[in-house]
């Protein structure tokens, strides 16, 4: 059975910092790309960010750009999304997703919040 359960969501205050976390079983992580999604109240999901299976590609949409990094490992089958200098407009239901030749798998989700 897939399972992607994210975890480490929660409210911040604007500059603050959370770090999201992604744990896989049921599939071969290490052969999926794995990518970090968001979707605000009222508006589409967008692509956050990716880190390709090979590890040859990692890329970030220009709104997080230099304050948040991906990252995973492995050997423990998990993804992560460090976040830094949060702002308002980060709030969202942050979404796990792994892909590979045509196979998509996603989690439940984490709430983040960012308000004083």
């Known amino acids: 059975q897939v399972q992607l359960v994210e975890s480490g969501g929660g409210l911040v205050q604007p500059g603050g910092s959370l770090r999201l976390s992604c744990a896989a079983s049921?599939?071969?992580?290490?052969?999926?790309?794995m990518s970090w999604y968001r979707q605000a109240p009222g508006k589409e999901r967008e692509l956050v960010a990716v880190?390709?299976?090979?590890?040859?590609?990692?890329s970030y949409d220009d709104s997080v750009k230099g304050r948040f990094t991906i990252s995973r490992d492995n050997a423990k089958n998990t993804v992560y999304l460090q976040m830094n200098s949060l702002k308002p407009e980060d709030t969202a239901v942050y979404y796990c997703?792994?892909?590979?030749?045509?196979?998509?798998?996603w989690g439940q989700g984490t709430q983040v919040t960012v308000s004083s």
């Open positions: 997703n792994a892909g590979s030749h045509g196979q998509f798998y």
């Open positions: 049921g599939f071969t992580f290490s052969r999926f790309d």
């Open positions: 880190f390709t299976r090979a590890g040859d590609r990692i």
